[in-house]
């Protein structure tokens, strides 16, 4: 019997729809570097969906590049980015932060959240220490959404962050990898429209929801980034043949399909987590997107590991663990009723 | 009628191999990172191709990306970089070496080439001065093949350099973007195998040789780059669907397909050089490859824009200009005969 | 009357041998950077007082400017340094390190010290995590003695780590900004010759240790830092008059001076801890050294204030403080009797 | 009989009036970091000197370290420094530009001075080029005065480069590290006001003018660099001490000194220049500072190495060289004397 995968999202290929564009559009001669008609297209699309008609637009290949390239972007050599400590950007990207010359600061989060309370204590305290001159200076302010645990900043919390960056000066920028799984759950109140409101850049992942690969940064007042694409290209981001960017982008954009890829893989998660909390399974945390973290106890462990691939997050002192199932934008539904019959 | 396009060879999508091969492993669940089945045959196919069975193969996505990131892994912070001044590191990259804290050491170069005894020249000077410990130390040698200008290293440049550069301790690296048409030139005497001998690092080129993106660094002793992973992802250049890269390298090695691409441009290239020739146009660089330099009155220069695109190299005082035509792995032999016509 | 202060150890001038002696070599014509025969007599003398015929000295201006070039010059890409999460390099210097591309990786500390137990317990648990590779690898251990709360590592912890390091492959450097007051204390059993046996680099600081500026960096293998007179002038760290630097470790290594020096403040501030604990005050950390930090009322702090100079540390919920005097080398015995008469 | 050294200005100690007001502030108790009495009264006497009350002035310890603090404030991460080919911050610093990110652009120069018109030539050629956004943009541009051949920029020279600069919107930065003998030349028509009105950063050279160490650096308009003691923080330029610097620029801004030294030398130098001219030797540049260019035959550099320190520039192929001969702040009128009586 084959086995099962809940890894991750990036295990698989693209979307259906997208390797059809790529064919489709194949034999075109165009210039590069993303500078042709189809990433222009994919460009005004994300647009009209950000109901930003002036955001600047630009595809980068992954997260980590695209976070490093933006951060660095921003940041002036006295400054560092503030993060949740357990941001992407602090312990998972080999410190391309670091590599730009920028330091990550740190901040307590709750299940990979800041608070916007949280981070004005900690900016007070800051500039309260006569000694912050000689200390990295906050220069800006990421986040993602979802977070790394899966759980979404509701409006009102992007907006007090926003309206407290505002006030001090911090750029605030959403690191959006799997955000389709954002946008399409049901209880999320923040769209597109709303962070390109609320932030001063974004991206919207591409890799993790249904592309080869491709994140669109979403710059909504563009000025605030000047020369983006000297900086991409410094950070070895410009692909020569762009449009295979902006051709999966604008696929992903057209009919809804990037929402239509989020909704589904949200509704098997839900399915799955409905069935973990009917068979006695402890939630780990209260992600209501694609990832599902659970308390497995010894037994079941064992039991999963034999037939089901996912993540151990977090050894218990029993022999269980908290383990992560992530439903991916091709997860099968019969996949899901399998890993469910399992449990 | 339509505009003809010998601007670059990456104005197209992929070799149909390739999307097939993209299309046929798209419903693979893999390990991400590249770290999948589809990667690793691509890797023995490389390691086969270079008769080096030890070497460690990667994926990067583009040429700056895979430079920068080559290159602050050999370097100490003492180092840099010795190019031909013309070299793509030095002038094209937007500074993406001098962001990993390395200054780029630039040579004089003779079509775009370095000479064994030049560069002995001027390290024997660089040390004879008292105050080297005052200046960056050289710590690599960056070359081209085939080289901005299109031309070649011989067999026999590539051994005096070679010899050279362990003699003096210092890595050789060559930037293949193009190699398939190097590979595929009826005049080159250095395949793989002499690569792999002569290098301590090299990649082959894929975004230029028919594939939508990727190229594939081959670390013929991998000793010499510890941790080349970690240094690949704080570069931004790992890919979480690594595969994308792997399926293509995979396609590319079978059956040959990489020197294929490469005769076909070659040939057709070689039959515009002859046209032009023929024509009573002089050929500005002695490039055997698929980019073709010719210098073009002013009359002919304005009839060509009219019909083609291409790129004007340099501006001749009497109005016309040295022009490149560029051959690429989709352009048709109709096309490069419509443009012969127009001569 | 006058107001006396316990601010810091670099608020006055130099020891008056130190200027004597610059005074007197003043007119001598001697070569520049540091390549002059005092600055070898100093090296002579610090290399005799760490009974290591072999290290290589070099003289720094100051302690970050030494820590961010010692730490560039030992990290490859791909890695970060350990330090206590309030180790001096990552809070109180602005960046210094990841300005040369590199993480601080923080770690739990206890009176500003590191545990062996501790770092082999967060190393086994880094490489447990099969994600290891895409993070920032520990690349060397940074240390301070004594720490930023005048706490010491007694030889037995020094030898611990030091073990666990070289186990590991890990360089340890110790950061010896305030070394005098740590040698000079009755409960340090750990010397220059230990330190130079247990440590890849530490440096003798000469700032706070009654020179104008100055830190001498001593690599005891001078192997494991090679080029590290080319890395200090690319941290901008070599003086053209380097002799400066020399003359003063010349002074300060002869006739025991350095050793003087920290006695007689250590006695002074062992005056000052013996008489806050007779007259009731809590002392907040157990520091041997030339740095006092006790608990005082919101009286008390307020009368303090009025008449003494020094740091509160942290601010106390009843409206008193933890707070900071402290000796340095020009301190008057007096001003010790008047503080405690203030107490 | 004694050697005679005219190898550089910085192989004495410092002028007595310094040493002495070491020596008479050393007892005082001052905050540290460049935040005392002194410090401020140096920073008037230097604002007054520039007639720009509203200058921000730093001290900071060396040439390669104050060029790479400034910078790195001033840059951008897609930008680069344009400097004459034979500007300091291009050979002789071992890469602290190229260390904080940043490439340094290198234009041709005439005895060590970049000219209006070819600045201009080169913006428009760049800007031309239709592929400027992938390269590394002129961001700012460093000429230093007086130049590395001891040549002086005219005060029409400078108006003509800053005119241009402001047009382009590029910082103009000069490197004063031998300011003092710019200023005290008979022929120099640019004084410390028109380098405030022209330049948006300088700095006036201590090191080589006289001090122990040190370099003030002048910001006409502070608002241009932000943040600016943080930055000198993270390159490790912040001197606890540092009072150190300022009570040295108190002493050589009080009562002209500064000017003096300048004066003594280059009437020495002159001396020197006109001998040589009599003697029939070839002056290589037409230095009017403290540094002074010659061609001397192969006898006469045999002879000269015999009794006199100085440094070879270039060897002839006659078996002759270009020599250089500096006069520094303390080189005695007897000796360049006793150098003439050996030509």
Redesign the interface.
């Given at each position: 019997m084959e086995r099962l995968?809940f890894?991750?999202d990036?295990?698989?290929?693209?979307h259906?729809a997208l390797?059809r564009a790529?064919?489709e559009?194949?034999?075109?001669?165009?210039?590069?570097?993303g500078e042709d008609d189809i990433c222009d297209a994919a460009r005004e699309k994300l647009r009209a969906a950000c109901v930003c008609p002036e955001a600047a637009v630009w595809f980068l290949?992954?997260?980590?590049?695209?976070?490093?390239?933006v951060i660095?972007?921003f940041l002036?050599?006295?400054q560092?980015v503030l993060a949740a400590e357990t941001g992407h950007v602090n312990?998972?990207?080999?410190?391309?932060v670091?590599?730009?010359?920028?330091?990550?600061l740190p901040l307590p989060q709750r299940d990979g959240k800041l608070a916007a309370e949280e981070l004005r204590a900690w900016l007070d305290r800051f500039y309260a220490d006569a000694?912050w001159?000689?200390?990295?200076?906050p220069g800006m302010v990421y986040i993602s959404q979802p977070t790394e645990y899966g759980t979404l900043y509701s409006l009102a919390e992007l907006e007090a962050l926003s309206a407290l960056c505002r006030e001090r000066g911090l750029p605030l920028y959403a690191d959006g990898a799997r955000l389709a799984y954002a946008l399409a759950c049901p209880e999320n109140d923040a769209g597109l429209p709303d962070l390109a409101r609320l932030c001063d850049a974004f991206y919207v992942g591409g890799?993790?929801c249904g592309a080869?690969?491709g994140e669109a940064v979403v710059i909504p007042r563009p000025a605030a980034l000047?020369?983006f694409?000297?900086?991409m290209?410094?950070?070895?981001?410009?692909?020569?043949?762009g449009?295979?960017l902006g051709v999966q982008f604008d696929a992903l954009f057209t009919d809804g399909l990037y929402y239509e890829i989020g909704r589904e893989a949200v509704r098997l998660a839900d399915r799955l987590r409905a069935a973990l909390r009917e068979k006695g399974y402890r939630l780990a945390v209260p992600s209501p997107t694609n990832q599902v973290f659970a308390w497995v106890d010894a037994a079941a462990l064992v039991r999963l590991q034999e037939r089901v691939a996912f993540n151990v997050w977090e050894a218990a002192e029993d022999g269980g663990a908290m383990v992560r199932f992530v439903v991916g934008c091709?997860t099968p539904a019969k996949d899901v009723e399998a890993l469910i019959a399992l449990l």
């Amino acid at each position: 019997m084959e086995r099962l995968s809940f890894l991750s999202d990036y295990n698989d290929g693209a979307h259906p729809a997208l390797l059809r564009a790529l064919a489709e559009t194949n034999a075109l001669v165009t210039p590069g570097y993303g500078e042709d008609d189809i990433c222009d297209a994919a460009r005004e699309k994300l647009r009209a969906a950000c109901v930003c008609p002036e955001a600047a637009v630009w595809f980068l290949s992954g997260g980590t590049q695209t976070n490093a390239t933006v951060i660095d972007a921003f940041l002036r050599p006295w400054q560092g980015v503030l993060a949740a400590e357990t941001g992407h950007v602090n312990g998972h990207e080999a410190g391309a932060v670091e590599a730009t010359g920028h330091k990550v600061l740190p901040l307590p989060q709750r299940d990979g959240k800041l608070a916007a309370e949280e981070l004005r204590a900690w900016l007070d305290r800051f500039y309260a220490d006569a000694s912050w001159p000689h200390q990295v200076q906050p220069g800006m302010v990421y986040i993602s959404q979802p977070t790394e645990y899966g759980t979404l900043y509701s409006l009102a919390e992007l907006e007090a962050l926003s309206a407290l960056c505002r006030e001090r000066g911090l750029p605030l920028y959403a690191d959006g990898a799997r955000l389709a799984y954002a946008l399409a759950c049901p209880e999320n109140d923040a769209g597109l429209p709303d962070l390109a409101r609320l932030c001063d850049a974004f991206y919207v992942g591409g890799t993790k929801c249904g592309a080869l690969l491709g994140e669109a940064v979403v710059i909504p007042r563009p000025a605030a980034l000047p020369q983006f694409f000297t900086v991409m290209k410094r950070h070895g981001a410009v692909l020569a043949k762009g449009r295979v960017l902006g051709v999966q982008f604008d696929a992903l954009f057209t009919d809804g399909l990037y929402y239509e890829i989020g909704r589904e893989a949200v509704r098997l998660a839900d399915r799955l987590r409905a069935a973990l909390r009917e068979k006695g399974y402890r939630l780990a945390v209260p992600s209501p997107t694609n990832q599902v973290f659970a308390w497995v106890d010894a037994a079941a462990l064992v039991r999963l590991q034999e037939r089901v691939a996912f993540n151990v997050w977090e050894a218990a002192e029993d022999g269980g663990a908290m383990v992560r199932f992530v439903v991916g934008c091709s997860t099968p539904a019969k996949d899901v009723e399998a890993l469910i019959a399992l449990l």
